[in-house]
């Protein structure tokens, strides 16, 4: 998993078997060269203020739009509102998820797999995303979750020692924890620790390895000859998770319990790499359900890094920090002077507190108000900035909070493996 | 681990950082092209009839020939006589062992570290060679050993589904139990079920993958692009027993008790890339004690193959079966005709039947007479082939005697991850 817990490379997987038009790509080209947007799991950027154009990334991934069709069947099966950041596009793109609202109306399992990359201790609201998603799926569907915490891949990749790693994967589990997943239900485990208590997990990363070769990896992630074999062989890794037959403590070894994936859609290309893959080992493919890049503070150009404190908000930050970093740092779409704004309006397309509030602002109606009244020029950037520190010093206060009651006892009970609350 | 259980390829790894001449390839070239004899874990095969030219394989791989001196002063330290295939040349390279000795001498600790690639159910004599002299090190020295069964790999490599390459596993399992190891000093590992079972094995593997590339992987073994990333990856998993601290349930958790690997020397090139890497993990290099190859019946030129039954005797094989491979199959060195044979003599470098007493012979004075009757033309072949036939019928009985008994049970207890007898 990506810092953003979240994936891609364009071209298709040598010899890929594809079995539905959806994992077909459009074109068959080099990782990344021949458009703007760069995206991949080890890095986002755009040449746009607008950010990565995502009608374009799904037509070269090869996946499929979130439509009305798709959310109204959502709210129709649960009878609850989509949330919000599936009506507002944030999740705007899929693999079978009518799929698993198939199985989910016919009362069949499935599970949910997500993850993240422990690259830092503090996580920034860009790593909330797909976990607040997921916990609202979770909750909705009342289903089992796995969440990997890949410390040996940020050990592989970063300039850190395994125990650092390790120990970034405890301190981020607990903030994961802090979100409020239920412990009956959800199995968070590291890389580390938990493929050593795991024949299973270890027989099907090598299962994953058999089917998919160096060339493979090369196209699809841009590895190359000095490339150390940890990274050339870690894919595997973050696949093995989407079969059930690699918790067989959660799903009673049984290995035909289909996954879902939520995920920031960088991390794609370990999908498509392993619904390639899982047809040829018996299993069934992944689905997929893949949220936009949370922007970083300066504009929706980059991707926030967690190296770089001035780019996000962060879960460890006070209220002050967080007041000034927004003021200070959020690029804004109001016009350079208060009369150039009253005349012209602010753009909401690149404002970046604008688009925060679309994130962690859940009334509609107020949403609304504001862009009509920002766009319109008759709400200052200031106004914006302020109801955003307001709403993420609540976030991140209340976080904060919870998380206090997270000791290594509590983490140790998540990642322990064993029996959830379903029966299979 | 090869089926011979024992490893090589001549390049140096790119940018190794040598740091003892033992360790320095005489030359820098692409694997195995510039030699007749092809040595590595894959492949072994000469054009000559006295099969691989050892001497040179010493200088190819940097190791250091052993001596009278070596095998001197094994003796006096263990006050007891050497191994015949010690005294014989058939172990005859080391890197190395004269550090183990000193360890010895010193009452410090050190431990046994071999393995075997179970790709049939059926071992042959060969594979018993590096497990008998395995045995004599365990039992003189008094040393933990630890024992890897490849699964893993030969489930890479072979057309093999992961259950069958497991049951192998278990099969040679029983077959390396009954050649004799004390069950309070030996643990037996398959890789699918131990890494598993010990996040210490796995995190030294990625530990290990992190410091090799691509490229040297690709210098070393002769892989390619196309190969699958888990052959990739694999030599990483093939040195990790060399470390103590991947048994922390035997070694108390110490990292720093050495280990010496007694393997055939096709196995070498996995343990040049250990003895590369071990310092930069802050670890000891493995020693290494190696043997010459145990030739096929139809000569030295090859290899044994485990899946042409007529080029080996079999550890199941009856007595029939090996009296009449031995007559039809054996290469003779003898006379086209007996006048010929009587007045020329035999060959015994290149007489299998002579080869085969020179592994399992145990009386000198014996072997001495049989060469020179031989030799002078006074035995001929039908007699080297007598004596030879009682032999194998011999201890290929006591061991289907012996392995009767070692039930499941008896394997898993082997193989169950634990303290030996033994305080560190």
């Known amino acids: 998993m990506s810092e953003n817990g979240t994936g891609t490379a364009e071209n298709e997987i040598e010899n ?31 040449s746009s203020a607008k950010g990565v154009d995502y009608d374009k990334l799904i037509k070269r991934f090869g996946s499929s739009k979130i439509d009305d ?55 920034h609201m860009g790593h909330l995303i797909p976990f607040l998603f997921t916990k609202w799926l979770q909750e909705t569907f009342d289903v089992p979750l796995v969440i990997q915490l890949t410390d040996d891949e940020k050990y592989l990749w970063k300039d850190l020692q395994a ?50 070769t160096f060339n493979q990896v090369k196209g699809i992630f841009g590895f190359g000859d000095s490339d150390c074999i940890g990274k ?36 794609d290309p370990y999908f498509r790499m392993t619904r390639d893959v899982a047809p040829r080992m018996g299993y069934q493919k992944p689905a997929l359900i893949h949220s936009t890049f949370f922007p970083a503070l300066q504009g929706a150009q980059t991707k926030m890094s967690a190296s770089d404190p001035n780019s996000s908000i962060f879960l460890t930050d006070t209220n002050k920090q967080i007041k000034t970093k927004v003021n200070k740092y959020a690029f804004s779409g109001g016009g350079d002077t208060v009369e150039e704004h009253k005349e012209k309006g602010g753009n909401c397309d690149v404002d970046v507190s604008y688009q925060y509030l679309t994130f962690f602002l859940e009334d509609d109606d107020r949403l609304a ?49 064993r029996k959830l609350d379903f029966n299979y």
């Open 16 to 46: 890929m078997n594809l079995e539905d038009n959806h994992d077909k790509p459009s074109e068959n080209v080099d990782v990344d060269n021949n458009l703007d947007d760069v995206v991949n799991p080890w890095n986002v950027s755009s």
């Open 69 to 123: 069709v798709l959310i109204a069947r959502i709210e129709k099966l649960t009878g609850k509102p989509a949330h919000h950041l599936l009506r507002r596009g944030i999740f705007f793109s899929h693999r079978e998820m009518h799929h698993i609202l198939d199985l989910y109306e016919k009362k069949k399992p499935f599970y949910l797999y997500t993850g993240r990359g422990p690259s830092s201790t503090a996580m």
């Open 163 to 212: 125990e650092e790693a390790k120990q970034l994967a405890l301190e981020n589990a607990k903030d994961i924890i802090a979100i409020g997943f239920d412990i009956n239900k959800t199995f968070i485990f590291s890389d580390f620790n938990y493929i050593g208590q795991s024949p299973a997990f270890y027989m099907n990363m090598v299962k994953t390895q058999k089917l998919v």
């Open 232 to 267: 050339i062989s870690f894919p595997a890794i973050q696949a093995s998770p989407s079969f059930s037959s690699s918790f067989p403590q959660i799903f009673n070894n049984r290995k035909d319990v289909p996954c879902l994936i939520p995920c920031a859609i960088d991390q």
């Open 369 to 417: 108000q504001i862009k009509k009244d920002y766009s319109s020029g008759e709400l200052l950037t200031g106004y914006l900035k302020k109801e955003l520190v307001e709403i993420l010093q609540k976030i991140v206060g209340d976080h904060q909070q919870r998380r206090k009651n997270v000791t290594d006892e509590v983490a140790y009970s998540y990642m322990k493996p």
